[in-house]
């Protein structure tokens, strides 16, 4: 069964400085890995979503990296704001079609202190 | 388009009573999907539906669960009898088209409490 780990589970900032985030998975057979944002006492929303074939998506100033044979992806994110604050959780997707199947992570809770 | 909503979005009931939760996927999309989140376990995999029709129930906890989906935009995760161990918050999510890499919505969730 696809196990999918973040670490840290909390991690707090000083505002301006860049940060990673890390997600392991333990079936390197995976179609696509996507991040996700989680706002207090909201739904999900999709940041980047990398397909297996890719290394890296970009998207301002968050950067999604891909090693597939090792089961690892990590979320970068530059300059950091108080708005970052969320809770950023990674989920992979075993199939292309079928629609998102995904297995998440529980999540890094992030802080980004002024 | 308003999004995935979502009712009700907070709700305290009894244990043994009846839980009817509701979701309006977004117009079009055709893959409608219910999640549960807790501290302990996640986010899980609870059904999912395309075209209205059940693909993957194997999520569903137990037979107290149940959802049915009798049209393109109403969906109902139904809890009978509930028990304080499905206090989460439950997410129904859409997406357009079958291609796992099509951008899936969430809508903001419903939180259970069971005492």
Known sequence: KQEVTQIPAALSVPEGENLVLNCSFTDSAIYNLQWFRQDPGKGLTSLLLIQSSQR??????LNA????????????IAASQPGDSATYLCAV?????????LFFGTGTRLTVIP | DAGVIQSPRHEVTEMGQEVTLRCKPISGHDYLFWYRQTMMRGLELLIYFNNNVPIDDSGMPEDRFSAKMPN???????????????????FCASTEGGDSGNTIYFGEGSW???V
């Open chain 1, 56 to 61: 890296e998506q970009t998207s301002g100033r």
């Open chain 1, 93 to 101: 997707n075993l199939r292309r079609t079928g629609a998102n199947n």
């Open chain 2, 112 to 114: 259970l409490t069971v």
């Open chain 2, 72 to 90: 393109a935009s109403f969906s109902t995760l139904k809890i009978q009898p509930s028990e304080p161990r499905d206090s989460a918050v439950y």
């Open chain 1, 65 to 76: 990296s891909l090693d597939k044979s090792s089961g690892r992806s990590t979320l970068y």
